[in-house]
């Protein structure tokens, strides 16, 4: 019998711009999601924790945390975008354009938007995406724009054997810092 190997993420030269991924999982949002999200994170706004109070809301419910929305799409998109990444360089544009409800699942879809070699790391490359976060009916809940360095196959610590050194980032002043 022959052992297979699993999914083991996109890498740099993987992506190309315009592509889009629907990623293939999506979660329903529980109400212990929320509260222990609310609460591990030290944010006091009652509308996520306090039924009472979330009752007297425009919303007359609990609304969901809108970084469990942002950290829930921003999971749901690795295993297609950033399962090799060597580190996530910034999120930017980030509109929450509808609410998110105990008992919604969320979906999430990203889109390729540019892509370079690093300047600084020849074992990776910087890639750009906009990503979406949807309802089960489609509406939008979150877009924003996402740029992680992400590994070639070759620069991968996963295919490198386990006595050889890490590569190391090659800069013009040799300060070892990022000019990415």
């Not at 509808?98 to 910087?126: H, M, Q, W």
């Not at 089960?136 to 386990?162: H, L, N």
């Amino acid at each position: 019998m022959a052992v297979k190997v699993g999914w083991q993420g996109r890498f740099y030269e993987d992506f190309e711009v315009g592509d889009t991924y629907r990623h293939p999982l999506g979660r329903t949002i529980t109400e212990t999601d929320n509260i222990w999200f609310t609460l591990l994170t030290c944010n006091t706004n009652m509308t996520h924790f306090n039924a009472d109070y979330s009752g007297t809301t425009e919303f007359k419910q609990y609304l969901v945390n809108s970084a469990l929305t942002m950290s829930l799409v921003g999971g749901l998109s690795v295993s297609d975008i950033s399962e090799n990444a060597v580190a996530n360089l910034g999120w930017d544009e980030v509109r929450l354009p509808n609410p998110v409800f105990v008992g919604d699942t969320i979906y999430a879809e990203s889109t390729v938007l540019s892509k370079r070699e690093s300047e600084s790391r020849p074992y990776a490359g910087i890639v750009s995406f906009k990503t979406r976060g949807f309802k089960q009916d489609g509406t939008t809940v979150i877009e924003y724009k996402r740029t992680a360095m992400i590994y070639t196959k070759d620069g991968s610590p996963r295919f490198r054997p386990a006595d050889e050194e890490e590569p190391t980032a090659i800069l013009s002043d040799g300060s070892g810092g990022s000019d990415d």
